[in-house]
Each structure stands twice: as C-alpha cells, then as structure tokens.
Nanobody, 122 residues
C-alpha cells in the first residue's frame, strides 16, 4: 500500500507561478514512477509530467519547456514537485499526484492523491 498526499494548489493570475508538492509513503520501494496528471472540467484526465525512479522525466507537449518535475527520495517517503511558472488560463484544472507501483514483471498498480485545484485567472 502506498499513500499519496498533494499540496500547493491555489488561485493565481496568468503569468504567475505555483509549486505543487506530493509525498508518497508506505511501500515506497515498489514505486517505479511518480507523476502529475490534471483534469479540467468536462475533459479527460491527462498526463502533465512523470519521473521514474531512475530520474527519467517525461512532459506533455503543452507544458514542455515551461513546467519542471523533480523527485526527492528520503528514507520513508518519496516526494515529487511540480514547478509551474508562466501559468496560463488553460492550465486551470485539478492536479493529481500519481504513484505507479510495480507488482510483478508485467503488472503495475496506480495510487492517486485526492487532487489539488489550480486556477489561473486571465
């Protein structure tokens, strides 16, 4: 079992910045990848950025070059951060932290945080 808790959302004007934080605890040795997803009203949840246990990052085209994901491994927790400068109104969404764990060679299981609202006003 892995517990995932996010923080850091809020209301900001266009061009402003926010930093999202996520902490995963529990069976952290099973975590293969962590990342951020977002879901805007009326839209499907989409990938924002991910980082593997080896440090490989992946970004959605809409945030590439603008957002930065980073990861910090401690003894009992794995933390992931999303630095979001130059925010745009279209970045408005509920942001979810994800921890993808490896069950066996062929199977994974996803744990999700409760979500944090990011609202960018124009």
């Amino acid at each position: 079992q892995v517990q995932v808790v996010e923080s850091g959302g809020g209301l900001v004007q266009a061009g402003g910045s926010l930093r999202l934080s996520c902490a995963a605890s529990g069976s952290i040795w099973t975590i293969a990848r962590m990342g951020w997803y977002r879901q805007a009203p009326g839209k499907q949840r989409e990938l924002v950025a991910t980082v593997t246990s080896g440090g490989t990052t992946n970004y959605a085209d809409s945030v590439k070059g603008r957002f930065t994901i980073s990861r910090d491994n401690a003894k009992n927790t794995v933390s992931v951060y999303l630095q979001m400068p130059s925010l745009k109104p279209e970045d408005t969404a509920v942001y979810y932290c994800n921890a993808q764990t490896r069950i066996n060679f062929a199977s994974t299981y996803d744990y999700w945080g409760q979500g944090t609202q990011v609202t960018v006003s124009s």
